[in-house]
């Protein structure tokens, strides 16, 4: 059998091929991406060692003590508990109080 092929067809076999796309555009937002990502990393890691260091650290026993009662009736986060019981120099229930009247 004879086979025909379109002369439309012909043609396009003749047309020069466009030039490789070299996805430059592609390989640039994706090595942004990934410094970003190297960056957030460390934001993520400065921000952990900031919010895990002992808030008592500098308290007496006294305050320590207070601290831990206050978080364990309170069930609030350190930084809120130490900021109240700053506040209100260390008295446990004017904490405690000033923390369920909505203080922070």
């Known amino acids: 059998p004879t086979v025909t092929i379109a ?3 012909l043609e396009a076999m003749d047309a020069p091929l466009p030039e490789i796309y070299n996805f430059e555009l592609e390989k640039n937002i994706l090595r942004k991406q990934e410094d970003g990502v ?4 460390a934001a993520l890691k400065a921000v952990l060692d900031r919010t895990t260091r002992d808030v008592t650290a500098e308290f ?5 003590d207070a601290f831990k009662r206050m978080k364990s009736i309170t069930n609030a986060p350190e930084d ?3 900021s109240i019981l700053h ?13 369920y009247r909505g203080e922070r």
């Open 7 to 9: 002369m439309e067809i």
């Open 38 to 41: 190297q960056d957030g990393e």
């Open 60 to 64: 007496t026993a006294f305050q320590k």
């Open 80 to 82: 809120v508990c130490s």
């Open 87 to 99: 506040k209100r120099g260390f008295k446990l229930n004017d904490s405690i109080e000033a923390f």
